[in-house]
T-cell receptor, first 114, second 111 residues
């Protein structure tokens, strides 16, 4: 089955620790995205990547880092510099050929930092 | 700046009580509008893409329509399993290909 996988589903960390969230897709999509979702705030874009070894900051990139070494993988690191890291994190992918870029989402990772 | 506003924020319906969700948008030019369904604790599930004013798409009890300034998601005779948050997003023509999302409408259907 084609799709997007995120792991783990739940993640707990102590304040001051970096943590990496995994995102893998087998849809052969060129673009991948990371969003953060907080209650009442909708989806906020953290980082996105259109091609391997290239990525751009979204609206709330501070305190986060990403890499895109393979087309299928786009891991997100939440660093200790992120002041409010507890949130639901969503990874998405989309094609970028043609004219529309419908995004498909993974199941999400809920990160709790105490 | 592209903007997407969804209303109402929350909607409670009785089973079988039809209603509509609204997605109003402001973009310099619309390339496409997307509807998603999101269940609690899960990622959004893609429902529809609408390309141009006058277009309609249907899936089971859901029908999405599009005008030049807004889209409606009509829910006919809803069932409790239709309870979810429905998200709308728009993609503007030209410039960034990143969609702009609304904050969603939380729908609860009571049996």
């Amino acid at each position: 089955d084609g799709g997007i996988t995120q792991s783990p589903k739940y993640l707990f960390r102590k304040e001051g620790q970096n943590v990496t969230l995994s995102c893998e897709q087998n849809l052969n999509h060129d673009a991948m995205y990371w969003y953060r979702q907080d209650p009442g705030q909708g989806l906020r874009l953290i980082y996105y990547s259109q091609i391997v070894n290239d990525f751009q900051k979204g609206d709330i990139a501070e305190g986060y880092s990403v890499s895109r070494e393979k087309k299928e993988s786009f891991p997100l690191t939440v660093t200790s510099a992120q002041k409010n890291p507890t949130a639901f994190y969503l990874c998405a992918s989309s094609p970028i050929s043609g004219s529309l870029y419908e995004q498909y989402f993974g199941p999400g990772t809920r990160l709790t930092v105490t | 700046e592209d903007q997407v506003t969804q209303s109402p924020e929350a909607l409670r319906l009785q089973e079988g009580e039809s209603s509509s969700l609204n997605c109003s948008y402001t973009v310099s030019g619309l390339r496409g509008l997307f509807w998603y369904r999101q269940d609690p604790g899960k990622g959004p599930e893609f429902l529809f893409t609408l390309y141009s004013a006058g277009e309609e798409k249907e899936k089971e009890r859901l029908k999405a329509t599009l005008t030049k300034k807004e889209s409606f998601l009509h829910i006919t005779a809803p069932k409790p399993e239709d309870s979810a948050t429905y998200l709308c997003a728009v993609q503007a023509s030209g410039g960034s290909y990143i969609p702009t999302f609304g904050r969603g409408t939380s729908l609860i259907v009571h049996p």
